[in-house]
């Protein structure tokens, strides 16, 4: 347990380091070049961060068993100190069998490079039901407490003690990457003796500056804007938006007051637990206070003689427009109106244009947040057809492409399920393995050109409904995502079949056959459903239009002659 002195910031002769010198590096890369490795993925990586600067002090390394047991168990390590969260490094089966007590096993980025050596003193298969159960009390029985897992979670896991060789690198806003311990002496110096970890989750506006200040007044301490940001690739705008916001945000603060540090921390969505957790993250970065939302407060509070920090109730702020200010909701005069924002309501204002009100965030905050995410008349988005062969999906979709490209303000991009296979895909076969890789790469390609505020049609047959599922959720992230299903009935399709494909189909020459020897999963999501018998591809792309308007990813700036 870290102690605190006079002055209130938690002592830093608790915190571990686990970096080695340069000398003991060069000789553990030595011995790990003939060493089993593993490429870390995205969480890992945090992890081994957290536990490399001492944000996750006490811990030496990734969990053994002993310790993941009684953490699940009791919130405890195995030699009973306060610990909620499981730190572990989950692996294949493959690596597990091949490693020995004894072990050193190197830890390497994307990139190979190493960073870190573990001495294997545990290997064990781990109940993930159970686990969910423990962090998110899921029934074991529900495979949703599974998903909710940390991602990439494997069952199989290997601990022991950490050294690490150098840190993973952050290449954007590295003045806002402070270890721990560069964090307690940038504060030191400053002389705050008392500070509040505002633990954001998104961009902050005018209510929760008024709550930060507020909780500085009251406590007579300094507000660190500290959020955690684990979980968010460097290539994700949200990112860089989210920085910018928090920056613009700090400016708004009177001198001396308020500063900010990026915690590489990959939330795990485990409610008290992590609240929990994080608020030892937050003492560990020298932090003596730590705001919380009421609903997680009690056990850190219940805690907090014990890890050292304090927690304070992150009280709703609400504006009352007859006295120009926020005040908590419970302070609120008899009698004023009060008003908000939801952050449905904002997300609504922002994809259709509309005003957000001064007195609910800054200027530049607002510029931030339409600047990423701009209405939907000016993202890119991503039509996709799907249907059985001959149901009209490359006909429409040329018939669509021509009336996008008339108003000439997107760029439009046509993936045709032919075309692609020939340039794209030209070396796969038609087994479903293949047929759903074929269908990534469409996915793939289509979320860069959505990424850029583009447009692509994609008009695959993409007869599973999962593979269909992960396209939207590559897609989504960065524009809109229109499913178009054509429901022509399987007969009408074989009655269009100039290839003679459905005949080869039904008389065994040509295997796995979409309809015929092969199932096709209608989906139950599609934003647009057309039966196109007895109906135009002219008429049919209209369809899809009207869609588009009414969803406002077209305006009345968008004029398509109909010829």
């Given at each position: 347990m870290l102690t605190a002195d006079p002055a209130g910031i938690p002592s830093a002769s608790g915190l571990v380091d686990l970096r080695v010198t340069p000398a003991r590096a060069a000789a553990l890369l030595a011995g790990l070049r003939t060493a089993r490795s593993v490429d870390l993925g995205w969480r890992q990586l945090c992890d081994l961060e957290l536990l490399a600067t001492g944000a996750c002090?006490?811990?030496?390394?990734?969990?053994?068993?002993?310790?993941?047991?009684?953490?699940?168990?009791?919130?405890?390590?195995?030699?009973?100190?306060?610990?909620?969260?499981?730190?572990?490094?989950?692996?294949?089966?493959?690596?597990?069998?091949?490693?020995?007590?004894?072990?050193?096993?190197?830890?390497?980025?994307?990139?190979?490079?190493?960073?870190?050596?573990?001495?294997?003193?545990?290997?064990?298969?781990?109940?993930?039901?159970?686990?969910?159960?423990?962090?998110?009390?899921?029934?074991?029985?529900?495979?949703?407490?599974?998903?909710?897992?940390?991602?990439?979670?494997?069952?199989?896991?290997v601990g022991g003690p950490v050294e690490v060789l150098q840190l993973p690198i952050h290449h954007a806003f590295r003045r806002r990457w402070r270890t721990p311990a560069e964090l307690r002496a940038a504060l030191a110096a400053r002389g705050w003796t008392r500070v509040i970890a505002f633990q954001a989750s998104g961009p902050m506006h005018r209510a929760e500056r008024e709550l930060t200040l507020r909780a500085a007044r009251d406590l007579d301490a300094s507000v660190l804007i500290h959020p955690a940001v684990g979980l968010v690739p460097p290539d994700d705008p949200d990112f860089y938006m989210l920085v910018r916001c928090w920056e613009h945000m700090l400016a708004t603060y009177p001198d001396g007051v308020a500063d900010l540090n990026l915690v590489p921390l990959a939330p795990r969505m485990a409610g008290a637990r992590e609240a929990l957790w994080r608020a030892i993250v937050s003492r560990n970065y020298g932090c003596t206070h730590v705001l919380i939302p009421p609903d997680h407060a009690a056990p850190v509070k219940s805690h907090a003689p014990e890890i050292g920090i304090e927690a304070v109730s992150a009280r709703r702020m609400m504006f009352v427009p007859g006295l120009d200010a926020y005040l908590p909701h419970d302070e609120v005069p008899?009698?004023?109106?009060?008003?908000?924002?939801?952050?449905?309501?904002?997300?609504?204002?922002?994809?259709?244009?509309?005003?957000?009100?001064?007195?609910?965030?800054?200027?530049?905050?607002?510029?931030?947040?339409?600047?990423?995410?701009?209405?939907?008349?000016?993202?890119?988005?991503?039509?996709?057809?799907?249907?059985?062969?001959?149901?009209?999906?490359?006909?429409?979709?040329?018939?669509?492409?021509?009336?996008?490209?008339?108003?000439?303000?997107?760029?439009?991009?046509?993936?045709?399920?032919?075309?692609?296979?020939?340039?794209?895909?030209?070396?796969?076969?038609?087994?479903?393995?293949?047929?759903?890789?074929?269908?990534?790469?469409?996915?793939?390609?289509?979320?860069?050109?959505?990424?850029?505020?583009?447009?692509?049609?994609?008009?695959?047959?993409?007869?599973?409904?999962?593979?269909?599922?992960?396209?939207?959720?590559?897609?989504?992230?960065?524009?809109?995502?229109v499913l178009t299903f054509l429901a022509t009935p399987l007969e009408v399709c074989e009655q269009r079949d100039r290839k003679g494909l459905y005949a080869k189909a039904r008389a065994g020459t040509i295997k796995q056959f979409t309809g015929i020897s092969d199932p096709y999963e209608a989906p139950l999501d599609a934003e647009v459903a057309i039966d196109t018998t007895g109906i135009s591809p002219d008429d049919a792309a209209d369809r899809i239009v009207a869609y588009l308007r009414q969803e406002r990813y077209l305006t009345d700036l968008d004029e398509y002659p109909n010829e």
């Open positions: 002090s006490p811990l030496t390394g990734f969990m053994t068993r002993g310790d993941y047991d009684s953490v699940c168990a009791h919130m405890r390590l195995a030699h009973g100190t306060l610990w909620p969260m499981p730190i572990t490094l989950d692996v294949n089966e493959d690596l597990a069998s091949a490693l020995t007590r004894g072990d050193m096993l190197a830890l390497r980025d994307a990139e190979g490079v190493t960073l870190a050596a573990l001495t294997v003193e545990d290997i064990w298969r781990a109940d993930l039901a159970a686990e969910a159960e423990a962090l998110h009390g899921t029934s074991g029985r529900d495979p949703a407490g599974v998903a909710a897992l940390p991602d990439s979670t494997r069952p199989w896991r008899a009698g004023q109106a009060t008003r908000d924002l939801s952050p449905a309501e904002l997300r609504a204002l922002l994809e259709n244009g509309g005003e957000i009100p001064d007195w609910f965030s800054f200027p530049s905050i607002v510029r931030e947040l339409r600047h990423t995410h701009p209405p939907r008349s000016c993202q890119g988005f991503t039509v996709f057809f799907t249907g059985l062969s001959g149901s009209g999906k490359s006909t429409i979709a040329n018939a669509l492409l021509v009336r996008l490209m008339q108003c000439a303000r997107r760029p439009v991009t046509l993936l045709d399920g032919d075309i692609v296979r020939k340039h794209l895909s030209s070396e796969l076969g038609f087994s479903k393995e293949h047929r759903d890789l074929n269908i990534r790469r469409i996915g793939y390609v289509a979320s860069e050109i959505t990424k850029a505020g583009a447009v692509a049609i994609c008009c695959p047959i993409a007869p599973y409904d999962q593979v269909r599922q992960e396209v939207r959720a590559l897609i989504e992230p960065h524009g809109g995502f």
